[in-house]
């Protein structure tokens, strides 16, 4: 299965699909792999991100997004996300079930994280529910929803 944001290669390299898995099955979309699919859901669910001990993100209206060969990632609005930690990088990445992926950096207790952040600005009409949401890598921050680790 074709892989996007969230999963990315060890060299910060995103797993692209390959072309016969971005070919649609007959009656499919466009970009989509026989079988892949993409749910969104909103949900109440108390998310918290902490970074180098610091909240950097709280909220109780996260949508949750998955997709086929991930675990859910939680995309939180931007108003509940501190980003005046927050730094754009020159990073994008474009993803055939999603669209493009804008990335940010945050700089927590004099330490940068680079590209830990993502967002799709403008996703494709099958992502339109996450977009302008924030995501953060869960292996690279602590993420809790309603108060467990995710």
């Known amino acids: 299965m074709g892989k996007c944001v969230g999963d990315m290669g060890g060299a910060g390299r995103p797993l692209l699909p390959t072309p016969q898995e971005s070919t649609p099955a007959p009656g499919g979309s466009p970009g989509m792999a026989t079988g892949h699919t993409i749910t969104t859901n909103e949900a109440t669910s108390h998310v918290v991100v902490t970074l180098g001990g610091e909240k950097i993100a709280e909220t109780d209206r996260p949508v949750l997004l998955d997709e086929t060969g991930l675990p859910t990632r939680y995309y939180l609005p931007r108003e ?13 990445t474009t993803c055939p079930f ?11 207790g004099g330490e940068v994280y680079n590209d830990l952040v993502w967002s799709y600005e403008t996703p494709i009409p099958a992502a339109a529910q996450i977009a302008g949401l924030m995501s953060f890598y869960p292996d690279r921050v602590e993420l809790t929803v309603d108060g467990q680790p995710a």
Do not use: F, I, M
Request: charge should be negative; proline fraction near 4%; aromatic fraction near 8%.
């Open 80 to 92: 509940d996300v501190r980003t005046d930690l927050l730094r754009p990088t020159d990073l994008h």
């Open 98 to 108: 999603k669209g493009e992926a804008s990335y940010w950096s945050a700089e927590v």
